[in-house]
């Protein structure tokens, strides 16, 4: 999809982070993010990739208009960060069984 | 009070009233007939969900270019896919590519047929499995536009295991709109340029389009409003008979664009001519690996056999190429919701969340009863 996902940084370990998007946990990279990123910022995720730090004075407004967005059903959001719904992963889990049909890579 | 960019902040009934009725009268006083075009699947999305083009006068028309990457990926590439995987190689890719159409199969057929085909959800994913399988060669079959050419340039750069190679499909948009803008059938007068792409790029890389060209191109945010707005936009410029560029999606898009992935993606890739599916042969918007990444290039790496075998007769039929260059809509295809659905799909428009067809289908493909 074209559409990225914004999600909040809860751990950094070099160019490898977890971040939160509506309490799933998922692997972002932060090689291509272009800005320093620490715990506590939010991101813009792309196929496993940040690839924008979102202002800190943006991010109530963009968790709302997503929200918006994907009204009550975040769990088209969490199929847009290839997210297994209702589970966390952490850094270092087995990927979630891949289901073929509805993951894009689209930017 | 008219509303303005800062303003779009939420989804609002009202703002979203009072763009259409600015939008309607912009129409009344232009006069004629406008066609905008858009340039993704993510914009397809919004405007068929939210059901934009009721909202919109008759004589303003918003069709869908080449902004599915999945649907400009050319049958040879993948073939080329397929062609790997049938020699042993473990082939990862996106799982909108899993069942796009080769010449004789899709991936999703050769696994069936017991090749190595894994579906991965982002290029790292594809690294690690390389990594946990040293003794397999994994190749990446690496498609999409810009925003995932830069996580596969990412890859490469950060010393990837001798056993990851790309198969680069990667395609870049700009190029795509000059050709489209110059195709004879096309009449498009303004370009909606799409949000998430242009964080990579910024939107500063349109200016030179708008001079030789002379449309208005405007880069539009993926919430109803954001496109509302970009449409508002777009009229304003048609009005006023100027060619201009504006950013309608400040929130997401600046003008230098995101320079550390333009860096990775230039020091990776190279730009060549390419076939993009049923469009043309596009100068310099197929991303290649340069010649420092050659070890990890399954093109350079392997022997990749040609296909042999007619193909499907019924993707003869398949009008997905015109579509994409704004030449026609789905309903003008004789296997639309017929020989083509999205469990059955002839033609990669179908395949994709981000396909014309499979949208159209989804939101509004119901044959009028």
């Not at chain 2, 050419?149 to 950060?158: D, F, G, I, M, R």
């Not at chain 2, 639309?336 to 994709?352: I, L, R």
């Amino acid at each position: 999809m074209c559409l990225g996902v914004p999600g909040e940084i809860k751990e950094i370990d070099g160019h490898e982070a977890v971040a939160d998007f509506w309490g799933v946990e998922r692997r972002v990279r932060l090689d291509v993010v272009g800005d320093a990123v620490d715990v506590g910022d939010y991101i813009l995720n792309h196929a496993g990739f940040a690839i924008r730090k979102i202002p800190d004075r943006e991010v109530e407004e963009t968790m709302a208009i997503y929200e918006s967005l994907f009204g009550d059903d975040v769990d088209e959001a969490l199929d847009e960060i290839g997210a297994p719904q209702g589970a966390d992963i952490d850094l270092g889990d087995e990927q979630p069984a891949a289901e073929p049909v509805g993951e894009s890579n689209d930017d | 009070m008219t509303t303005e960019v800062d303003d779009l902040k939420f989804r609002d009934p009202e703002a979203a009233e009072e763009l259409a009725a600015d939008i309607e009268a912009q129409m009344a006083r232009i006069d004629e007939p406008v066609e905008i075009m858009h340039v993704c699947g993510s914009h397809e999305q919004v405007i068929a969900k939210f059901g934009l083009r009721s909202m919109l006068p008759a004589d303003l028309s918003i069709t869908m270019g080449p902004g599915c990457p999945v649907c400009v990926t050319n049958m040879p590439e993948v073939d080329e896919a397929v062609a790997l995987a049938e020699a042993g190689k473990t082939v990862a890719t996106y799982g909108d590519m899993f069942r796009v159409p080769g010449t004789v199969k899709s991936l999703a057929d050769a696994k069936s047929e017991g090749a190595s085909v894994e579906v991965v959800y982002s290029a790292s994913d594809a690294v690690d499995l390389a990594a946990e399988n040293p003794d397999e060669d994994v190749v990446f079959f690496a498609t999409g536009f810009e925003t995932t050419a830069a996580p596969t340039a990412a890859v490469l750069q950060a010393d990837p295991p001798e056993n990851f190679y790309v198969l680069s499909a990667h395609k870049y948009v700009p190029p795509a709109m000059e050709v489209v803008a110059e195709m004879p059938d096309t009449d498009v007068d303004a370009f909606l340029a799409a949000g998430h792409a242009a964080t990579i790029t910024g939107y500063g890389l349109f200016e030179e389009f708008t001079d030789e060209y002379d449309l208005p191109v405007v880069v539009g945010g993926f919430e109803p409003l954001d496109v509302l707005y970009g449409v508002r936009r777009i009229l304003e410029f048609i009005e006023a008979g100027e060619s201009g560029l504006d950013n309608a999606y400040p929130r997401g898009v600046s003008r230098e664009g995101n320079v550390a992935a333009m860096g990775a993606i230039d020091e990776v890739f190279e730009r060549t001519s390419g076939e993009w599916r049923g469009i043309a042969e596009i100068p310099e918007a197929n991303f290649v690996l340069r010649d420092d990444y050659a070890a990890h290039s399954a093109r350079r790496q392997f022997d990749v056999e040609a296909v042999d075998g007619a193909g499907d007769p019924l993707t003869e039929e398949c009008i997905c190429g015109n579509i994409m260059a704004g030449t026609a809509s789905p309903k003008e295809c004789d296997l639309f919701g017929e020989e083509c659905t999205p469990s059955n799909p002839v033609g990669a428009c179908m395949v994709s969340d981000e396909g014309t067809c499979k949208i159209a289908l989804e939101y509004g493909g119901q044959p009028d009863l």
